[in-house]
């Protein structure tokens, strides 16, 4: 079975680090691409997409990030481990949400638009970050 555990949210105070874990079974995650994207709580009912942040893959392990996220978000991977990481520093209080990882990616960076799809959507359950002020 497929499967892409999220881990590793919890609370934090503004400015502060959390690094997130997305655990890949079923599929190599390095012969694809693996975004994370992520939902402020209550945003869900309002049927918006969850905002992709970042990308790893395209079989070079090369990322990128929206540009909300960058410069302060850094993805990494494990290929032993088959899991993809997410470190966030300087945490502010726009960064809560509900972090979920997926087998796709797309975010913005200026008026671009990068998305990747390798014909596999399959999405993890969420790990709630909050940062408290």
């Known amino acids: 079975d497929v499967q892409l555990q999220a881990s590793g949210g919890g609370l934090v105070q503004v400015g502060g680090s959390l690094t997130l874990s997305c655990a890949v079974s079923?599929?190599?995650?390095?012969?694809?691409?693996i975004g994370w994207f992520r939902q402020a709580p209550g945003k869900e009912r309002e049927s918006l997409e969850p905002?992709?942040?970042?990308?790893?893959?395209?079989?070079?392990?090369?990322?990128g990030y929206a540009d909300s996220v960058k410069g302060r978000f850094t993805m990494s991977s494990d290929n032993a481990k088959n899991t993809v990481y997410l470190q966030m520093n300087d945490l502010k209080p726009e960064d809560t949400a509900v972090y979920y990882c997926?087998?796709?990616?797309?975010?913005?960076?200026?008026?671009?638009?990068?998305?990747?799809?390798?014909?596999?959507?399959?999405w993890g359950e969420g790990t709630l970050v909050t940062v408290s002020s």
């Open positions: 997926a087998s796709r990616c797309g975010y913005y960076y200026g008026t671009t638009y990068f998305s990747r799809y390798y014909g596999m959507d399959y």
């Open positions: 079923g599929f190599t995650a390095d012969d694809y691409a």
């Open positions: 905002e992709g942040i970042s990308c790893i893959g395209d079989k070079d392990g090369s990322t």
